[in-house]
């Protein structure tokens, strides 16, 4: 019998990254529209153009999805990149640059952290997920706040892990209301505007570490 060197049937790495990719951009395109209960693992595939058993050669299930789809909105919170390059040495600057990148960032994802918080609410493991990523983003505002006390820029009688608690569940409150409810200063249906929303914002964490002082 003669035989030839074929291919591996398992995908190639390349490949196999791309469908995943497109799994994951095609998941959110799909959780943003039908929402997480009526998304369909079927609607996903279509979206990506993959065949549908491809699916599970990357992920178990929706509510595995649903979690890789959040953990790229996490990175991209958490990590705003290069919208804090800008501020220089300056602070203040950085904390502004920050929080308008968080804002920006929470805008563009409004719809799938209205998911999270409902899904969160009624599911165990993504109740999970959420105090995780909350405690990444308490931790992060944390590590800020000692920078600045050890740098004399920042009230030192203040405990850092409580003043990013605090800090931080402003942040993320104010973003939720006023990009998921849209209950902005001008009544229900004015879009919040950010910009003024994140300058308040600033002004509030630079009185609170009594920067100014």
Do not use: C
Not at 25 to 30: L, Q
Not at 94 to 114: F, K, P, Q, S
Not at 160 to 184: E, K, N, P, T
Request: glycine share 6%; hydrophobic share 45%; proline share 4%.
């Amino acid at each position: 019998m003669v035989t030839t060197d074929t291919a591996p049937s398992r995908p190639r790495r390349a490949d196999a990254t791309r469908n995943r990719a497109a799994l994951v951009a095609a998941a959110r395109r799909v959780f943003e529209r039908d929402g997480y209960v009526r998304a369909r693992i079927t609607d996903i595939a279509d979206e990506a153009g993959v065949a549908h058993g491809s699916f599970y050669s990357h992920f178990e299930g929706k509510q595995e999805i649903f979690a890789a789809v959040m953990a790229e909105v996490e990175e991209e919170m958490l990590h705003p990149g290069p919208a804090l390059t800008a501020a220089g040495g300056d602070p203040v600057a950085v904390i502004a640059a920050a929080n308008l990148a968080y804002l920006e960032a929470y805008r563009r994802n409004a719809r799938l952290m209205a998911l999270l918080e409902q899904v969160a609410t009624v599911d165990e493991d993504f109740r999970e997920l959420r105090l995780q990523r909350t405690a990444a983003f308490l931790a992060r505002n944390a590590r800020a706040i000692r920078r600045l006390q050890r740098a004399g820029l920042a009230d030192q009688e203040l405990d850092a892990d409580l003043a990013s608690l605090a800090l931080s569940s402003m942040m993320s409150r104010s973003a939720y209301v006023a990009f998921v409810l849209g209950r902005a200063p001008g009544g229900p249906g004015v879009p919040a505007d950010i910009d003024r929303l994140a300058d308040t914002l600033t002004r509030l964490w630079v009185n609170a570490l009594r920067m100014t002082e």
